[in-house]
């Protein structure tokens, strides 16, 4: 679920109008993309893309996704797995969703609704996938 989901920006004078089916974007290049838009300095906590740079866009190639059940419980700010239900990355045409439970792969070129699990017949990329959402998750703590 959320993937491939339809982002519109218009800016007259600004923007182009154009359907991209291939780059990987964020709701969170949304925020940093206004306030550039606006002459705005972007926080430095903030991602820096621009989602009318199409040229940066294009070097993405992963993003992380963080799921959680609930809103955090505030005397539990320090445990990022508290409330957890996913995490997902996406690498290039692949997608793995981890859960504490247990782990699923797609490959979202051929199957972007997710019907077919690959995580079987894939036990490298899995591992590969599962290794950068560890470093990510390292990276951001």
């Known amino acids: 679920m959320g993937i ?3 982002i519109f920006i218009t800016h007259a ?3 182009k109008p154009a359907v991209d089916k291939t ?3 964020s709701n969170i290049d949304i925020a940093p993309t206004i306030l550039k838009a606006c002459d705005i300095a ?3 906590e903030m991602s820096r893309l621009d989602l009318r740079d199409r040229g940066i866009l294009q070097d993405r190639n992963r993003i992380f996704v963080e799921v959680y059940g609930h809103d955090s419980d505030l005397d539990m700010l320090n445990d990022i797995n508290n409330g957890i239900q996913a995490r997902v990355i996406i690498d290039g045409w692949d997608k793995l969703i981890w859960r504490p439970e247990y782990m699923e792969l797609y490959d979202l ?3 972007p609704d997710d019907q077919n699990d ?3 017949q894939n036990t490298e990329k899995v591992s590969a ?3 950068f959402l560890d470093l990510w ?3 951001t703590m």
Do not use: S
Request: glycine letters at 8%; zero cysteines; a negative charge.
């Open 42 to 44: 972007v926080p430095e």
């Open 137 to 139: 998750r390292k990276e």
């Open 13 to 15: 004078g600004g923007i």
């Open 118 to 120: 690959l995580r079987e």
């Open 109 to 111: 070129k051929n199957d």
């Open 23 to 25: 780059t990987l974007a």
């Open 129 to 131: 996938l599962e290794e």
């Open 4 to 6: 491939r989901t339809p």
